[in-house]
C-alpha cells in the first residue's frame, strides 16, 4: 500500500509541476535510449555477416569496372583503335577462405566458391592486402589454393620501383617472411622496398602488393638470400578475391604452338 501511494504522489507531483515533469521525461529519455542503443548495437552485430558479404561484392565490382575504365583510358590515348583489344581483360569473383593453413610446409586454403561461380585450376588469389596464392583443385562449390606459404610455390614477382624481376618462393621457417629469389645483384634493393608481383604469367596481373623487403645478404656478388615481410597476416585471412584472365587460353595456347614449330 505505501509503494502505491508513493506512486500516485509521484505521478501527481510530476503532472502537476513543469520541472518535475521535463525532468522525468529527460531521464527515461536516457534510459530508453541507452536501451534502444545497446539493442541496435546487438542488431549491428547480428548483421555483420551480411555487411560484410555486401562489401566484399562491392569492392569486387569496384575492381571489375576498374578494370574497364582502365582499359578505356588506355584505348582513348591510342591512335589506331583495334576493337578486339576493347574488352575486359580481368574478371574478379568474390569468396571467402573457410579453411587456412599457414604452419605447415605445404599450406593450403580451402575457398567457398567453385564451378560455380566460374573458378577453375590456376587462377590467382588476392585480397585488398595483396597475394594470397593460387587455385589448385576446384569443385561444384569449393576450392582449394595452394598458398604462397606453399614450397612447392613460384610466383613471378619484381621491385615496385625498377624492373627487375625474380620468385616468390619460401623456406618453410616463418609464416610471415617469404624469399625473394633469383634477383640479379644489380637490383641495388634496400630494406622497406616495396615488392609486387611482375605480370609475367597468365595468372597475376602486374602490381599486386606482395611486401616489403626485410633483410638480405650478398656474398660473392650474389644475394645469399633476401627475405620479404608480407603485407598479409597469412594466419589471419577472411574474405577474398579470385582473378580470372579472359586471355588466359589465348596466350598459353599461342604459347604451345610457337613451341611446336
Same mark, same amino acid.
Given at each position: ?92 569473383? *568474390?569468396?571467402? /577462405? +573457410? ?5 605447415? #610446409? $605445404?599450406? @593450403?586454403? &580451402?575457398?567457398? !566458391?567453385?564451378? %560455380? ?10 585480397? *585488398?592486402?595483396? /597475394? +594470397? ?5 576446384? #569443385? $561444384?562449390? @569449393?576450392? &582449394?589454393?595452394? !598458398?604462397?606459404? %606453399? ?10 620501383? *625498377? ?10 621457417? $616463418? ?87
Amino acid at each position: 500500500m505505501f509503494l502505491l501511494l508513493e506512486l500516485f504522489a509521484v505521478y501527481f507531483t510530476i503532472q502537476s509541476h513543469s520541472y518535475h515533469r521535463s525532468k522525468f521525461v529527460n531521464s527515461a529519455n536516457f534510459i530508453t535510449g541507452g536501451i534502444y542503443k545497446r539493442i541496435n548495437s546487438f542488431k549491428e552485430y547480428i548483421r555483420l555477416k551480411d555487411e560484410n558479404d555486401r562489401l566484399a561484392e562491392e569492392n569486387v565490382h569496384l575492381k571489375n569496372l576498374l578494370d574497364k575504365e582502365n582499359i578505356k583510358e588506355i584505348l582513348n590515348d591510342l591512335t589506331i583503335i583495334d576493337t578486339t583489344d576493347s574488352n575486359q581483360k580481368y574478371f574478379y569473383i *568474390s569468396s571467402k /577462405i +573457410i579453411n587456412n593453413e599457414y604452419n605447415r #610446409s $605445404n599450406n @593450403y586454403i &580451402t575457398i567457398n !566458391s567453385g564451378t %560455380n561461380k566460374g573458378i577453375t585450376s590456376d587462377l590467382g588469389v588476392i585480397n *585488398s592486402k595483396g /597475394i +594470397i596464392g593460387i587455385t589448385k583443385s576446384v #569443385s $561444384n562449390r @569449393y576450392a &582449394t589454393v595452394l !598458398s604462397v606459404l %606453399n614450397i612447392n610455390s613460384k610466383i613471378n614477382i619484381k621491385m615496385l620501383n *625498377s624492373n627487375y624481376f625474380g620468385s616468390l618462393s619460401w623456406d618453410a621457417k $616463418n609464416y610471415q617472411i617469404v624469399q625473394f629469389l633469383d634477383l640479379p645483384v644489380q637490383a641495388n634493393i634496400k630494406i622497406g622496398d616495396t615488392v609486387i608481383t611482375g605480370g609475367k604469367s597468365t595468372i597475376f596481373p602486374e602490381g599486386i602488393p606482395v611486401g616489403i623487403i626485410k633483410n638480405f645478404n650478398i656474398i660473392n656478388n650474389n644475394y645469399e638470400y633476401v627475405n620479404i615481410d608480407l603485407f598479409n597476416d597469412m594466419s589471419a585471412l577472411g574474405y577474398v578475391e579470385v582473378i580470372k584472365n579472359f586471355d588466359k587460353e589465348q596466350i598459353i595456347e599461342l604459347e604451345e604452338k610457337t613451341t611446336n614449330e
